[in-house]
């Protein structure tokens, strides 16, 4: 063979491996297009949704543009890495990014149609493809993009070690259903952290690296175990698990605990939708390091807050079961009535144009006057029935029906407002702002204001106190008159009335009106001192709506919301002074670096003895009182006596407004204040009656429930039945001369 022969040979044969070799270097230096920089490589962009976190570590939900939430390296199981490398890439600890056995393994399959001979791609090109190339359109595109992965995949193995490497791919991955990364996967199809992935679960999501939507256990589950038990072969046959483990494993059903990512779902929905409002406000008003405002749904920021989660899902259940219940009193009370749920002296315009109202509250009005729609049109269309799905308590309803009845049916609705905080720390760890956010997103905590009733005039109690009047004073049980001229009052003189005649003229204590709600009482306590000076009070114990300062005001006729009531009434246990009600105890960057800490305001709103004996009146409503005039025992929160059996030191507040529109518990122990609302959504809509629609009836059941089930479960809460921390010296000064024993004479109605 002649010299010139050989040398062609030579070339023939590393021809190949020289052009490879420049196609690889030319790519290296952006000959084919731009490579990600050292900078790129440093940092590689991540959208990184932001966490809610309990204060006891519970994940309470996340903002998001895709749900992706950053895993360490150690809460990966080592069952989740093993079957990781043992299905994608055995050889993963011992190559540089590029495999060459395996890839001259795919290479002479590609050429002797052993397709099942393997891929080449190992994790780390997989990482590669997924952070910084494009989806090519072409088939020349894909061939050039390979190249450009093994250039990526070299310089990432040199940046960064293989526990980092896999760990970026496993934050990276989109295991679809809103399950970006390890962490939200492990979170969204078996409610659990990473690291409390059993072998079989890991199995499965690493089986669906191969196609996620293919492999989607909500579609295809017995497809999904199929390609589970193809890892659980890989981690058998490298010895990642034994034989008997995998005969064992192979046939386990798989079993999800799947709780899609959701605004709506999940604990806390109400909470989490006014935060992000105030954490859009923190982002605008502080920049990252780079000079740009940090962004809520990328940025991957930790928000700490003061929610306790099992309060929380303690007042959530709470709410749930006493409303549900409450809903049933109000079908059976409205049955048979044809204006029902309105009352029925309503004429039917009057109906009518509260059901129009409700439609142009509507998302479904907006967009059709957005669309050039006219008043009468829209009317029309409304009217039109279409399929819908319907809120029901016991489950939703997917029926035919116009919107307009579909807001006539929500009307039915009795909805609650409910808030608990520590009165001396300020932080807030339970908020529910409602029955369902899917169906009904008004927040009835921060956003919401209902009349407050009785549960103001612990203040004017307080505010006389202050001024030197003893719980003991009595007062005859009289009207009382607020002369029209002298109180500049609008049409006539003002005359607020009991309910009953219960008691007429007789001398009742501070102590007794307080606990029994007496309306005359309260009323001279006003005329004593003014609404000015009652006002003046208010501000001073965190109540920012605005109060007009009349006669009135003694009765709660203005409104507020439970969130203002909850941080007044802890004043009372805060030994006088007001703490600001806070609901974040930190934000983090993804780095765990510190961006700002929360403490709250604090006003020294009433003296310490004032605030003492204010909780004593308050404890007096759920004991009873006694009256020295029939011998009788009373107080508007007796039930949490003698039917909620609880023991304990409780104070609290019933309130009930005109026409029981609205019904108030305000409960108060050492260690929690909390405050509940209920009602529906238009005040016209009530119970006939105050038996039903008494805030003894209507919310008290709600703090009861909650309270129950946040004593039973004291070692996680950290809230125990502790006594009221009050000097002896108040005591004698609440002893109004009652020797007796209680006797069950109770009774809990409560005086409008």
């Known amino acids: 063979m002649s010299r010139k022969k050989v040398i062609l040979i030579w070339i023939a044969i590393f021809s190949p491996f020289i052009g490879l070799f420049s196609i690889i270097y030319l790519t290296s230096i952006g000959g084919f297009g731009s490579l990600p920089t050292f900078e790129q490589l440093e940092n590689p962009k991540n959208n990184l949704a932001t966490e809610i976190i309990a204060e006891d570590g519970v994940l309470l939900g996340k903002y998001f543009f895709e749900n992706r939430s950053a895993a360490t390296y150690y809460e990966l199981p080592t069952n989740l890495i093993n079957a990781l490398i043992s299905t994608e890439d055995i050889r993963y600890k011992r190559h540089s990014g590029i495999d060459v056995r395996s890839l001259a393994r795919a290479v002479f399959g590609l050429i ?18 997924m952070l910084f190339t494009e989806k090519p359109s072409t088939g020349i595109e894909r061939v050039m993009q390979k190249f450009k ?72 589950i017995e497809l999904t175990k199929e390609r589970r038990n193809v890892v659980l072969y890989q981690m058998h046959k490298y010895k990642f698990i034994s034989d008997s483990l995998y005969s064992k494993l192979k046939e386990e059903p798989i079993i999800l605990d799947f709780k899609r990512a959701s605004h709506n779902e999940g604990l806390a929905p109400y909470f989490r939708e006014y935060l992000r409002g105030e954490l859009k406000k923190w982002c605008t008003l502080h920049l990252k ?60 315009d009057q109906i009518d144009e509260i059901i129009d109202q409700g439609m142009r509250r509507s998302e479904r009005y907006r967009k059709l006057k957005n669309a050039g729609k006219s008043e009468k049109e829209i009317k029309a269309i409304f009217k039109i029935k279409v399929p819908m799905t319907i809120f029901s308590w016991d489950g939703e309803i997917d029926t035919i029906l ?60 307080s505010l006389a106190m202050q001024e030197g009047y003893s719980p003991c004073y009595e007062v005859p049980n009289v009207p009382v008159v607020f002369d029209k001229e002298k109180w500049g009052l609008p049409e006539k003189d003002w005359i607020p009335q009991n309910s009953d005649d219960k008691y007429e003229g007789q001398l009742l204590n501070l102590k007794f009106g307080m606990a029994n709600s007496i309306n005359t009482v309260t009323a001279y306590i006003m005329k004593q001192f003014g609404p000015h000076a009652v006002v003046d009070l208010a501000k001073k114990i965190g109540i920012k709506s605005k109060i007009l300062a009349v006669p009135s005001l003694c009765l709660g006729t203005f409104d507020l919301s439970v969130y203002e009531m909850v941080g007044a009434y802890s004043t009372f246990v805060n030994k006088g002074v007001w703490t600001e009600p806070i609901f974040i105890r930190k934000i983090v960057d993804k780095h765990g670096v510190i961006l700002e800490e929360f403490k709250p305001k604090t006003t020294e709103a009433m003296s ?44 609290g507040k019933t309130g009930t407004t005109q026409n029981n529109s609205d019904g108030w518990f305000m409960g108060i122990t050492p260690n929690l204040v909390t405050g509940v609302w209920s009602g529906c959504e238009d005040r016209s809509i009530r119970f006939r009656d105050t038996h039903y629609g008494q805030g003894a009836n209507m919310a008290l059941p709600i703090f009861a429930e909650y309270m129950q089930s946040v004593y039973a479960d004291s070692l996680e809460t950290g809230i125990y039945p502790i006594q009221f921390n009050i000097p002896k010296s108040i005591d004698v000064k609440m002893d109004c001369g009652e020797l007796f024993e209680i006797d069950g004479n109770n009774n809990d109605e409560e005086e409008l």
């Open 608 to 651: 310490t003895q004032t605030a003492n004996l204010m909780v004593r009146m308050l404890q007096g409503v759920v004991d009873g009182v006694y009256n020295k005039n029939d011998g009788s025992i009373m107080g508007t929160g007796v039930r949490l006596r003698f039917k909620y059996q609880f023991k304990n030191e409780i104070g």
């Open 402 to 461: 116009s919107p307009r009845d579909s807001i006539k049916y929500n009307k039915f609705f009795i909805h609650s407002g409910m808030m608990s905080m520590d009165p001396k720390s300020g932080y807030v760890k339970a908020y529910v702002g409602g029955i369902n956010h899917r169906y009904f997103k008004y927040d009835h905590v921060k956003v919401g204001k209902r009349q407050v009733g009785s549960t103001f005039k612990p203040f004017l109690y």
């Open 289 to 348: 390091p780079d000079g740009t405002p940090y962004n809520l749904y990328t940025d991957g920021l930790k928000i700490h807050t003061t929610i306790n989660s099992r309060m929380q899902e303690f007042a959530e259940k709470g709410l749930k079961k006493h409303i549900e219940s409450l809903q049933i009193d109000f079908y059976k009370h409205w049955k048979g009535y044809s204006k029902a749920p309105f009352p029925k002296d309503f004429e039917w």
């Open 149 to 220: 992965e093994w250039v990526i995949a070299i310089r990432l193995e040199k940046q960064y070690t293989k526990d980092e490497i896999l760990t970026m791919y496993l934050n990276r991955f989109d295991w679809v259903n809103n399950a970006v990364g390890i962490k939200s996967a492990a979170q969204v199809y078996f409610n659990k952290k990473p690291e409390e992935l059993i072998t079989e679960e890991s199995a499965m999501l690493v089986g669906m690296l191969k196609n996620p939507a293919l492999y989607n256990p909500n579609r295809r």
């Open 112 to 129: 002797s149609g052993e397709v099942s001979s393997g891929g080449a791609s190992t994790i780390t090109q997989q990482l590669a493809k």
